[in-house]
């Protein structure tokens, strides 16, 4: 199934018109993707009725912490190892079925399990029925605001890659359509999640604290960071896996250096920014290095400048966890001298900031 299953038929229209035809090779995931959002249409129009008068208010939800960091800089091993205590977060079902979670995902979701890859796309991280998943995709399936409809479209990536990170080109109206959409899965996420704090991690924020701030005041953040030359080879390889899988157009694109590079600036100067004055126990920032090398250390960290309770509790647990993974093989990937130039080039303020070197230097 195609993540765009999940979507209902407003953001699929919206999504579709602006994406300039698909490929031929994929009419027929296309046909799935709106038989999916057709046939579910009925049961997704109940459970508004039924269940949206009753959903929590956005201020009785415990307040959320959230993980951020550009992508590929240790926010999934992070995530997996926090969620192992007692946290509400995001299951693999509400991505594929947000309009459905309370009602028709019941029903369907021993099927979705089954369908489950048995790894991340992108690395070798395993994906369970219960391994947390970042929110991203299911907003991308219930809004057209999102950079993952520039993976499904390659055409558009870079218009949507700069709307779905930064909002370019939105009006005050549709940012605030997308924060109701936010919050509204946030609230149905809780009853799902059995009204546990709940614990989100998406890259996307990183450039949206100011919005969380304002939307989530008694929020809390955590930032990882981890060394540019990595994260920059690494997503190189995110996109090609990513759209090699989803998209629906045969456009493969030669800029994707050039949107990492100005992607990865842009959003750690919006969270340089938007931290500004921010401290513990709201804020803090941690080293994906210093999570690789003690993450116990990192976590117990996490717990207490956070003030988010009796770190001893859980110990024992995340220590299993941690033990379990011990043996994880991380991609690997070369780092050419042009590579590392350009890392050097467009991201040295950061390279400088957090005293990084080359990889092996």
Known sequence: MHPLSGANIGTLYTVFRDAGGVSPKKLGKVAAIWLAALGRWPLSAGERLAIDPHLPELDALAPPVFILGHWRSGTTHLYNALAKADWGFVPPVA????????????????????????????DNIPVKPDSPQEDEIALANMTPVSFYHGIYFPEILPDKLA??????????????AWTARFTYFLRKLSVHQQGKRLLIKNPVYTARLGLLRQTLPSAKYVHIVRNPYEVFASMRNFYAKLIAEFS??????????????????????????????????????VRYEELDRDPLTVLERFYRELDL???????????????????????KFAYSDDAARLVETYLGYWLDKWRYSRPGG
């Open 95 to 122: 991505t594929g079925l947000p309009w459905d979670l309370l009602g028709l995902a019941k029903w369907i979701e021993p099927m979705l399990e089954r369908q489950l890859p048995q790894t991340r796309y992108i």
């Open 163 to 176: 709307e779905g990170v930064f909002f370019d080109g939105l009006s005050a109206q549709e940012i605030t």
């Open 248 to 285: 629906l157009q045969d456009a493969a694109r030669d800029d994707v250096d050039a949107l990492i590079l100005a992607t990865y600036d842009r959003m750690m100067r919006a969270i340089e920014t938007d931290s500004a004055g921010l401290a513990a126990p709201a804020f803090i920032e």
């Open 309 to 331: 309770g009796d770190f001893a509790r859980w110990r024992p647990v995340f220590a299993d966890y941690l033990a379990s993974v011990k043996g994880f093989e991380k991609n």
